[in-house]
């Protein structure tokens, strides 16, 4: 069974940067896509960005291309995102996911899930 644990949340000022880390279990981590999605308050779970196995190819939400960079190191079964020039629209629990989708920008298509992690932008 593969366990998902992020971190890296927190509060920070619109305009700065923080990046989120998710640790996952098993040594399957290389064959599985690896995604980030987030939901805030009365909202509905919505796509960030995506990496595939080999790292070669990247999605992301239009709302966060420029600003966001999904990368994954293997070797430490770790997926990241790097946000940078953070708005409070982007505020939101975060949610890493791991699976073999047919759509990376799908939820539904994704097998485990971790717990989430809080960011918080402050105008």
């Known amino acids: 069974q593969v366990q998902l644990v992020e971190s890296g949340g927190g509060l920070v000022q619109a305009g700065g940067s923080l990046r989120l880390s998710c640790v996952a279990s098993g040594r399957t981590f290389s064959r599985y896509t690896m995604g980030w999605f987030r939901q805030a308050p009365g909202k509905e779970r919505e796509f960030v960005a995506a990496?595939?196995?080999?790292?070669?190819?990247?999605y992301y939400a239009d709302s966060v291309k420029g600003r966001f960079t999904i990368s994954r190191d293997n070797a430490k079964n770790t997926v990241y995102l790097q946000m940078n020039s953070l708005k409070p629209e982007d505020t939101a629990n975060y949610y890493c996911?791991?699976?073999?989708?047919?759509?990376?920008?799908?939820?539904?298509?994704?097998?485990?899930w971790g717990q989430g992690t809080q960011v918080t932008i402050s105008s």
């Open positions: 996911a791991s699976g073999l989708p047919q759509n990376s920008a799908s939820a539904a298509s994704y097998l485990y």
């Open positions: 990496v595939t196995t080999s790292g070669i190819s990247t």
